[in-house]
């Protein structure tokens, strides 16, 4: 019988041990998604204890408790922070087959070096004992990533963000690279036409412009999108429900702006056009600066209306949609096709049911020049655990090309959740590992190793010529 997360853990053979021990377990981080804040490793912080550093921002755990019969006041409310970490404490007993149980006990090991379960009984143990370690200038944050051995972070940053942490940590020579990553959801989001001028407001301070057209707005966007690229910015971000394609008259859309500006709602078709429109600009704006463009696609968000309104949104709401992918995502990319204005492009799925969908469709736009342009993303969301992410490299291996795939991201809010990348390397190494067992992938280091460590790292250095 194994023990629990040895060294082996998740490795079922000699050749995926060797192949995640000797060929990807050495190689540096590139996390190129996530939504650390910048301002936190500009100022190095050091946090105070673990419920600060471990358990504040993350609606999985959040999701857990409630699920547990936790009051809402241990985890979104006015609890002490100890008293936040023994109720999460008491509910990890009960994530037993969830990956919580698994990110968790990675997390104190490679951090802390605590083997103890986490439970009831061991909480205020170890509540104290990281606790006194956080204390250390060997647990500020950027230790904390040198720690992972993390190469670059690629944050997530509105338009109208100064930036201004990233120019300091720049000016600091810190020796992991942290680049903004440009995310315009809000200059999109026209279905709430009161908080958009509000937005626009901002956009037009951050731009030191009027906009009072719709040519102002992709004036303004532009130019910010220019300053993202002069602070080191090559990817975008889009967080959307399905793709938008609808066809538009840019007659039209800027008598809809007028409209947005003079303080008046869009009905439904106009504002699928509006938003099918500006995806269209910014996506070319992404084209004509070389940027690699992303997209999350399939989250249905804020489901629980109270919640909403007494917590705010990004709390633990959100789940799996089902919403129509393969006709608005094949016309919206032809479209760029068409002009020859295509990006790099990445698309994360979050319902597994459209996993073969998104493969093959996001082959059909490779263009024969730049080796794995269009990608299928990683596990995302609820799909980051041991299945999603097998089910994700299957279908990616079956249909696509797993050899160009650019690896694994943490999309996470949090400082201690580099060891994600160690459980995708693992789970990799082991269904690479399970077909040379099985004599599907021949025995030959030169195939094999090369594929891993293109997998974990060179694809993603090479991809975004980081």
Not at 190 to 212: F, G, M, P, T
Request: aromatic fraction near 10%.
């Amino acid at each position: 019988m194994k023990k629990f997360l040895d060294k082996d853990f998740l490795l079922d053979s000699d050749t995926a041990r060797s192949l995640y021990h000797d060929v990807a377990a050495p190689l540096p981080i590139i996390d190129y998604h996530c939504h650390l804040d910048p301002a936190q490793i500009a100022g190095d912080t050091r946090f105070d204890n673990l419920t600060q550093v471990w358990l504040a921002g993350d609606h999985y755990k959040w999701r857990a408790m409630r699920g547990n019969g936790v009051d809402e006041r241990f985890c979104t409310g006015d609890a002490t922070d100890e008293e936040k970490f023994l109720k999460w404490a008491e509910t990890v007993p009960d994530t037993l087959r969830n990956p919580l149980y698994h990110w968790t006990h990675l997390e104190l090991q490679r951090y802390f070096d605590i083997d103890d379960l986490l439970n009831p009984e061991s909480s205020l143990k170890i509540y104290q004992q990281a606790g006194e370690m956080l204390q250390s200038e060997q647990y500020s944050v950027r230790n904390l990533i040198r720690k992972m051995n993390v190469e670059v972070i690629c944050t997530t940053d509105d338009p109208v963000d100064s930036l201004e942490h990233h120019r300091k940590i720049q000016e600091d020579g810190f020796e992991t690279r942290v680049l903004p990553a440009w995310r315009p959801d809000k200059a999109m989001a026209v279905e709430d036409h009161v908080k958009y001028n509000l937005y626009l407001d901002q956009l037009e301070r951050a731009s030191n412009s009027s906009i009072s057209t719709y040519m102002d707005l992709l004036t303004a966007l532009n130019d910010r999108h220019e300053f993202f690229h002069a602070l080191g910015c090559r990817i975008s971000d889009h967080g959307l429900e399905s793709f938008y394609a609808k066809n538009f008259d840019h007659q039209e859309i800027e008598k809809m702006f007028i409209k947005i500006r003079s303080g008046r709602p869009l009905n439904q078709q106009e504002i699928a056009s509006f938003k099918s429109s500006i995806l269209v600009e910014l996506a070319v704006m992404d084209h004509d600066r070389g940027w690699t463009q992303q997209f999350h696609v399939g989250a249905i968000r804020n489901n629980n209306s109270r919640h909403l309104h007494e917590l705010g949104p990004d709390t633990g709401f959100d789940s799996i949609g089902d919403f129509k992918m393969a006709k608005a995502m094949s016309s919206f990319l032809d479209k760029l096709d068409m002009q020859d204005r295509l990006a790099k492009t990445i698309v994360y799925n979050l319902n597994p049911v459209d996993n073969a969908l998104m493969v093959t469709m996001v082959n059909n736009f490779n263009d024969g020049k730049t080796p794995g342009k269009m990608q299928f993303g990683s596990g995302w969301w609820f799909m980051d655990q041991k299945y999603g992410m097998t089910d994700q490299l299957n279908t990616l291996s079956s249909l696509g090309l797993l050899s160009r795939f650019v690896g694994m991201l943490t999309d996470s809010r949090s400082f201690l959740s580099y060891p994600r990348h160690e459980y995708f390397r693992r789970i990799l190494c082991n269904l690479v590992g399970t077909d040379v067992e099985n004599g599907e992938i021949p025995n030959d280091p030169s195939l094999v190793d090369n594929l891993i460590k293109n997998v974990c790292y060179y694809n993603a250095k090479n991809y975004f010529a980081l």
